[in-house]
C-alpha cells in the first residue's frame, strides 16, 4: 500500500528512519553537481534541502505519497540501511535514506576499505554527479598513490580504487604495539575534493585504519573526528599602488567587519569595491576575477570567477548568490566561502574592475542568474575618457585543512562476518532508540491532549453552575414581634 494508505504510527516510523535517524555526509547541496530534487531549494548556509510537504529525505526525493510497505509493488529485493520503498513511475525502487549507502537495495557503502597482509584496498564512489578529486592525502601528484576511476557500463556508477602497500611512501601511518605489543595499526586518509580547481571547507576526508592482530586476523575499524587546521608560515605582503584610486579593493568578513588572522577554509568572506573618488567615475562594473595560487606553489594556476561580469562555473561552486551592486554607495561585493588551492597555502585575487562617467551607460550590470590576512594593493595605471578598466590584487594566506568530514569505513566481504553483524546491530540499536524516542513523544502529546480536554470540560460546569445558582430567588420572612422585642417606654407619674 501507499503511504496515505497508512496509519499515522506507520507514517512516523518511516519518515522517522528517513529524516530522522540518518545524517548526511556525503550530500550537499552547495557542491557542485549535487542538486535538491523535486524543485525545492537549497540552504545555502547549511547546504540542506528544504523540502515541501509532500517530500522528505537529504535531497527531498522522497515522495512520502508513495511509499510502499507492503504487496506485490513492495521492492524486491527489499531495501536494506534503513532505505525506503517508494513507487517511482511504473517501478518501485529503494530511497537510500543514509547517503553514505547506494545500490538497487542501498546495499553498498561509499568509502569500504579492505585489508590484507601488507597492504589495504580503499574504495569510494563518490555521491552524483561527482567531478573533483579523490587522492590521499598530501600526495595528491604522486602517481604511485593515485586513485583509478572508472565507470560501470551498466549502471553509470563512477568508482575509485587504490591499493596501497604498507611500506610505500603514501603517507600511511604505522603504530607498532597496538592495541596490544605485537599488534600493529595502519591509518590512511582519503580526501575526496569536491571542486576540480580548490580545496573547499566541503570536501571530505574519508579516514581507514586496518588493525593488525597478533593472530594476524586484519580489519577495519571506524573513526569518525572533526575538522582541524594548522598555521602556515606568513607570506610577504605584495605591496603596490599608483597615483589615482577611483576604485578600492578589499577582503573582508561577510558583515563588512575588517578580517583578523587567521583564515580557515570555509570561513564566509566578501570581495568588496567601492568608489573612492566620484567626481569622474560614478559608477563601476566587476568584469572578471581571476583566483591564483601564491608564488610558492610548483606550477601556477589561475582559475576565472568572474567573466564578463557574470560568475562562471567555478565561481558559482564558492560564491554566494550573484555580485551585489550598491547604488548608494556605488561599490559591487561578492560573497563567498574561503577556499585554497592544493598546491599551496597563499591565494591571490586579481580583478579587473571597469569604472564609467555619469554619461557612460556601459556599467550597467549584465542579467546573471546565478571574503583572511592583512592585504595590500597593487593597481595599474588607467586612461582617460569615458571609462577604463582598473586592475586590483589582493594576496592572502590561508590554513591548510586536515580534516573535513570524517567519514567512517566499514569492513569488506573478505572480512570476518562477526564485523560487518556488529555494524548491523549497532545500525539496529540505533533505529531502536529512535522508534522509542518516536513513541514517548506520541504519549506525551496523547496526555497534554487529554489536560487540555479536562480543562475544558471543568470550565464548562464551573460556568453552568455559576448560572444556575444566580437564578435561585431568596425570599425574606418577616419575624413577628415578640415580647423581648418590643421597646417599653417608660411613663412620667406627677
Known sequence: MFFFQMSWVEKATVLLVAIGCVNSMYFDC??????CANGTPCDPDTGICVCDAAHQGHDCGLD?????????EVCDPPCEMASICQKVGSQSKCYCADDAYYGAACENRRAVATCSG?????????YPAFSGLVYIKDNRTDTSCAFTGTTDPVTGILQYEASLAFNSDCSILKTPDQPAIGDAIYDAEVIIQNSPSFETSLDIVVKATCVHMNSGIATVSNDVGSVAVDQRANLTEDQTMTTYEPVLFAVQKANGMAIIPPLYIGTPLRLYFPMADTRK?????????DALNGPDAPQPVRVRLVDNGCPTADGISVMKG??????IVPSAIVYFSLFRFSNSPVISFECNVKVCEPSDVTCAPPQCNAQPGSVRR???AISGGSSAE?????????????????????????????NVETVDQENQVQQEKCFQSEGIVVIIVILVVAVVLLFVVTMCLTVRFIKSKSQVKVIETPTPMTAERMIRIPRLNF
Open 390 to 418: 582598473i586592475v586590483l590584487k589582493e594576496t592572502l594566506t590561508v590554513l591548510d585543512p586536515s580534516d573535513k568530514i570524517v567519514v567512517p569505513v566499514v569492513p569488506s566481504n573478505e572480512l570476518p562476518k562477526k
Open 30 to 35: 552547495r557542491r557542485i553537481g549535487q542538486e
Open 118 to 126: 601488507d597492504a589495504i584496498t580503499i574504495t569510494i564512489v563518490p
Open 64 to 72: 512520502i505519497t508513495a511509499i510502499v510497505t507492503t504487496g506485490p
Open 378 to 380: 597593487r593597481r595599474s
Open 281 to 289: 567615475y560614478t559608477s563601476l562594473l566587476l568584469l572578471s576575477c
Open 322 to 327: 550573484g555580485i551585489v551592486y550598491d547604488n
